[in-house]
């Protein structure tokens, strides 16, 4: 399948369904060739001293954006010249109102708040798969940084040491990375040996970048790695194409709260969909309480109180909670207890009472079915 670039305009102007029709009948890859046509950036010849920040932000979740800057303005920020927010929207009503608020909120941070430009951005929301959003993300804000290194950054990860993003960037400045960050992935058989990072903490020369690829080459790519066939995450294929990469190792996963699934898990909560991790919901109410949210932990607490069965409905919205198996509160106080710690020295009294109902409440409702991951 091929389009003209005079043709580019109509295929915009196509339903929901022809995007999806091709999705299903030519892949991903057909739909990466249109978005090709349209992603360009240009190479950085004159960059300046410092570091940057990507932070992808699903606009849905957008309440949740303080609680992460709220942990990254706790880090050593020295040499950070922006920190890029990126919606995985186009531009939004009522965009403006909420980007004054944070930058309200922490003026001490450089935000630059970014949106998808109009066309690949109605592209990709149709599309509506997590892999082209984290891509579109990045490569939005990598086309706008002027800093050589940038580090990609997680919307669901809190950083609990000081070093965090330091530690990355001297890594890449002193061994001459083009890659460095926290933790190998290993995701889709990938193993250790691969030695790809994952990008939920990647740096990046971002000047070479830009200079040797395209953002498409940036894209989730199906590719084979020392022989083997790979669905590959984003950035994991040019890594696997360059040698001058590696953890930083000075920090690791101890240096983090990582709340996988969470993203995924609100939304389908939010959309009555089903789901596999349930206990994620008790993860997504502690933030929603660090956001400001007054009372929402007493509140999801006086529903556990009040339940007679495995279902618990937060928001008229019911999850059932009998395929849960009651460690999963231990692990949920494990992580909330670092985040505690970090935050305020000790676990609060509230927290602590709000995970002590969690661990009742699976005792009398849950089972052993789900484990906590």
Same mark, same amino acid.
């Given at each position: ?54 932070? =992808?932000?699903? /606009? ?18 020295? =040499? ?13 009503? =009522? ?25 690949? =951005? ?77 990008? /939920? ?84 109410w502690y933030l929603e309480s660090l956001s400001g949210m007054d009372g929402r932990l007493a509140e999801v607490e006086r529903h556990m109180h009040e339940a007679t069965g495995p279902i618990l409905a937060v928001d008229d919205l019911p999850v059932d909670f009998s395929g ?50």
């Open positions: 399948m091929s389009v003209r670039p005079k043709d580019r305009p109509g295929v915009f102007r196509q339903s929901s369904r022809w995007v999806r029709h091709i999705r299903h009948v030519y892949g991903r890859e057909a739909v990466k060739m249109v978005l090709g046509r349209m992603l360009r950036w240009q190479a950085m010849d004159d960059p300046i001293d410092g570091w940057s920040i990507v932070l =992808g932000t699903p /606009w849905a979740l957008r309440h949740l954006l303080e609680v992460n800057l709220r942990f990254v303005s706790r880090c050593d920020l020295s =040499g950070l010249e922006e920190l890029f927010v990126v919606f995985d929207r186009t531009r939004q009503a =009522g965009a403006e109102e909420f980007c004054d608020r944070v930058r309200e909120r922490f003026p001490g941070l450089p935000l630059t708040f970014l949106f998808y430009p109009p066309a690949p =951005g109605r592209l990709i929301e149709k599309v509506n798969i997590s892999t082209f959003y984290n891509s579109m993300n990045t490569v939005t804000a990598l086309a706008r940084c002027r800093t050589r290194w940038a580090i990609l950054h997680d919307f669901d990860l809190y950083p609990l040491v000081p070093e965090y993003f330091v530690e990355v960037v001297r890594a890449m400045r002193e061994r001459d990375l083009r890659f460095s960050g926290l933790e190998l992935t290993l995701f889709d058989g990938l193993c250790e040996e691969d030695n790809l990072i994952g990008t /939920w903490c990647l740096g990046m020369d971002v000047a070479w970048l830009r200079r040797t690829w395209r953002p498409i080459d940036c894209f989730h790519k199906t590719a084979r790695v020392r022989g083997r066939l790979i669905n590959l995450d984003p950035y994991s294929y040019i890594q696997s194409r360059t040698p001058e990469r590696a953890l930083a190792g000075t920090v690791d996963g101890s240096s983090c709260c990582h709340v996988k699934n969470l993203c995924s898990t609100y939304l389908r909560f939010r959309s009555s969909k089903p789901f596999s991790v349930a206990w994620r919901l008790h993860y997504l849960t198996d009651p460690t999963c509160a231990d692990v949920l106080r494990d992580e909330l207890t670092r985040m505690e710690g970090s935050l305020f020295g000790s676990m609060r009294p509230e927290v602590d009472s709000y995970l002590r109902s969690f661990r009742v409440f699976l005792e009398r409702f849950g089972s052993a079915r789900e484990q906590a991951a």
